[in-house]
């Protein structure tokens, strides 16, 4: 496999694996981990199926999609924490929220452009292998389509809300860590303003490069 399909493999199934673990206002906030993604897994993969808009690529509804059926079940506080690192502690509330803005944006944009790419995959969801009292554990799927099964696994930990999903493993690769050091990279080169100023700039040239 090139470094080309790899990408395209990683940025479609990460996109799979956000959209799977999408909540619902019916979801009940003691549901077991792997349970929920199970659940809603095949019912956000035939909604995504039944529209015709974000099969064409339409971007507005892509983000809309994303932003309010994904985030709302990601501790995005503690994944952008994570993904900066020992200078998260540096930073000051206006640069954390700062931060927080621009990786979401980061992550919609990037992630987004594939689910154009789902179509006949499922998730087949493993045993989960915790205790009941565990408050924080990994999940873990494959994604099952054309070729091999692809590994896709969920570090989520539960909160008075629910389940919420803080980092994800695809193919051996966990997202956070693939951040942390590009992050660490920038910030060593230009500060944490800097880092801020960076995702900006490439989330800008996103947008201008992904309009509907």
Do not use: C
């Amino acid at each position: 496999m090139n470094r080309r399909t790899l990408g395209r493999l990683l940025t479609a199934t990460l996109s799979l694996a956000l959209l799977a673990s999408a909540p619902f206002a019916h979801a009940a906030a003691d549901e077991a981990p792997d349970a929920l993604i199970k659940r809603v897994s095949s019912e956000v993969l035939d909604a995504i199926r039944s529209d015709k808009a974000i099969q064409a690529g339409e971007m507005n509804r892509v983000l809309a999609l994303v932003d309010t059926k994904v985030m709302p079940n990601v501790n995005f506080t503690r994944m952008t924490a994570s993904a900066v690192g020992r200078n998260w502690r540096q930073a000051t509330p206006e640069q954390k929220a700062r931060l927080q803005a621009e990786f979401k944006t980061l992550l919609i944009r990037t992630y987004s452009g594939a689910l154009s790419q789902v179509n006949d995959q499922k998730l087949n969801v493993k045993p989960l292998r915790a205790a009941s009292t565990d408050t924080e554990v990994t999940v873990r799927t494959e994604v099952l389509g054309r070729g091999d099964p692809v590994q896709l696994d969920y570090r989520m930990e539960k909160t008075p809300t629910g389940w919420k999903i803080y980092d994800l493993n695809v193919l051996g690769v966990w997202l956070v860590e693939t951040y942390r050091t590009q992050f660490a990279q920038e910030i060593s080169a230009k500060g944490i303003d800097g880092l801020i100023t960076s995702m900006s700039q490439r989330n800008q040239t996103n947008a201008g490069t992904t309009k509907s």
